[in-house]
């Protein structure tokens, strides 16, 4: 499985960006796949998630302002991004689980930065 994250840029506070993973030598037989990021100094930490079965999770930093989604047709995985905050900035990955037992799969990173 090769995942690759694009759609990554600077916006000001406020702003939206859609961020998009391309999944290749993926079946829809997953676990789960979902959204990371990882500011400067700080942990990789999950942001949203999305089950093959369409169950979602959002981290309570970004619940009603991230929507994760996914295709299964085309094999991407989207997670739009509103009303953003300084504090989203980071490098975002995109992953997949093929089990439970966690993501072993990660695409390359891609920065978001929110500033005026």
């Known amino acids: 499985v090769q995942l690759q994250a694009s759609g990554g840029g600077s916006v000001q506070p406020g702003g939206s960006l859609r961020l998009s993973c391309a999944a290749s030598g993926l079946t829809n037989d997953f676990w789960a796949m979902g959204w990371f990021r990882q500011a400067p100094g700080k942990e990789r930490d999950l942001v949203a998630s999305i089950s093959s079965d369409g169950r979602t999770f959002y981290d309570d930093s970004v619940k009603g302002r991230f929507t994760i989604s996914r295709d299964n047709a085309k094999n991407t995985m989207d997670l739009q991004m509103r009303s953003l905050k300084p504090e989203d900035t980071a490098v975002y990955y995109c992953?997949?689980?093929?089990?439970?037992?966690?993501?072993?799969?990660w695409g390359q990173g891609t920065q978001v930065t929110v500033s005026s």
């Open positions: 992953a997949e689980a093929d089990t439970y037992e966690g993501y072993n799969n």
